[in-house]
């Protein structure tokens, strides 16, 4: 188990192992090789760690990331393995885009042309994957011009055009719409990537995220892109039992201040009343860590060793209270858990999304770096 020092009473623990199965478990459901996202700090998991865990797996193409800042970060922390970045990039960005050696998506000529001009002045040959809008209306050059660009691509010489991807918009969605939408969408990428197949020879073709992996299989092409189930938690409940995953991260703070409640007592920003004579935890977890402000207004709680524990009033930025009455065993000192998966149960991050109004995406991404990282698991340095 590699562990770092806390510096604070609150933290995030992050288990290796689970982050393995899923990728293993993914895999064999999806039968191709994965090439996990591991943006925005790898989903609020740590990116250096979870990458270098990640690498060793024979099932793992590369990684994705978004910034060409996070590439470069990667690079500088020792990883030399395939580095995908999807798209967004701004022509001056293409120095550093070839400096950090990632495989670059693109969707607009003048970043292609860039990235063909900085090629030539280093003598090397940039992997460029042609991204197709299919209907998401986001990135991505349109389907009509597909073939076009490719073949504008594949004449230049600092370039080598090695795959085609796009992004299906609502995989993630079960209403009869959306899945024909997605299902039309994989069908019109298909034929894209069979007549672009013809004029180019092998093109690595990917377009699945969590969504489709778990949903349409006609989706996998040759390679997918799990994002949020590569972390063990699906992206929407009818998803929820497509394939064995296990939560990756559990959230921890201990009790600082233990207190009983006076008469009229009202606790917090909110002045939520609470009776007297209750016994009260304070924990030093707060919204500037990433915990939601109403979650303690809209039935928000925290689990124990010896039970659940409701969280009363707003959460601050830097504390919450939690009313422990009925849980004796625990004072100063005890742990509780804020998010995620551990022996005391679980606090599904969507749970608390669908309380305040927010995606489970948010609520990962938005455990910043106040919160120390403690990693558990085999290591395979």
């Known amino acids: 188990m590699t562990m770092v020092a806390l510096v604070r009473s609150a933290w995030c623990d992050i288990n290796l192992d689970a982050l393995e ?11 191709v090789p994965l090439l996990p996202i591991v ?4 989903y609020g998991h740590g990116v250096v760690e979870v990458v270098n865990r990640l690498a060793a797996l024979e099932q793992i193409w590369g990684v994705g990331v978004i910034l060409v800042a996070e590439a470069s970060h990667l690079r500088e922390n020792g990883f030399g393995g395939t580095i995908f970045i999807p798209g967004g990039l701004l022509p001056e960005q293409a120095e550093e885009a070839l400096t950090c050696d990632a495989v670059i998506a693109v969707s607009d000529m003048q970043v292609v042309r860039a990235l063909d001009t900085e090629a030539r002045k280093r003598g090397t040959h940039q992997r460029i994957h042609l991204k197709v809008d299919v209907g998401m209306h986001r990135l991505g050059f349109p389907f009509n011009d597909a073939e076009a660009v490719a073949r504008e691509i594949a004449a230049m010489e600092g370039l080598r055009l090695e795959g ?7 995989a993630h969605s079960e209403d009869e719409a959306s899945r024909a939408r997605t299902l039309s969408e994989v069908d019109l990428f298909g034929r894209i990537v069979e007549h672009l197949r013809k004029d180019h020879g092998t093109l690595i073709a ?9 949903s349409v299989k006609e989706a996998a092409f040759d390679l997918v892109r799990p994002g949020l189930t590569i972390y063990g938690w699906a992206p929407a409940p009818w998803l929820a039992e497509r394939v064995p995953l296990e939560p990756v991260i559990a959230v921890r703070a201990r009790v600082a201040v233990v207190k009983t409640t006076t008469k009229d007592a009202r606790v917090g920003y909110s002045q939520t009343p609470i009776e007297e004579g209750r016994r009260i935890g304070i924990l030093p977890i707060g919204y500037g860590d990433g915990i939601p402000n109403h979650w303690g207004l809209e039935g928000g709680y925290v689990l124990f060793p010896s039970g ?4 009363i009033g707003s959460v601050s930025m830097d504390s919450c209270v939690v009313d422990i009455t009925g849980l004796p065993a625990e004072d100063i000192g005890s742990t509780a858990l804020i998010m995620g998966a551990g022996p005391e149960g679980i606090i599904d991050p969507a749970e608390i999304g669908q309380a305040v109004g927010r995606e489970i995406y948010e609520l990962l991404v938005g455990l910043n770096g106040r919160l120390p990282r403690r990693y558990q698991g085999r290591s395979h340095d």
Do not use: C
Not at 39 to 42: E, Q, R, T, Y
């Open 206 to 214: 990917h377009a699945a995220n969590s969504s489709a992996v778990l």
């Open 164 to 170: 085609v991807i796009t992004h299906l918009a609502a």
């Open 39 to 42: 943006k925005a700090n790898a």
């Open 21 to 31: 199965a899923n990728a293993r478990n993914l895999a064999g459901l999806a039968g």
């Open 308 to 311: 659940r524990a409701p969280i």
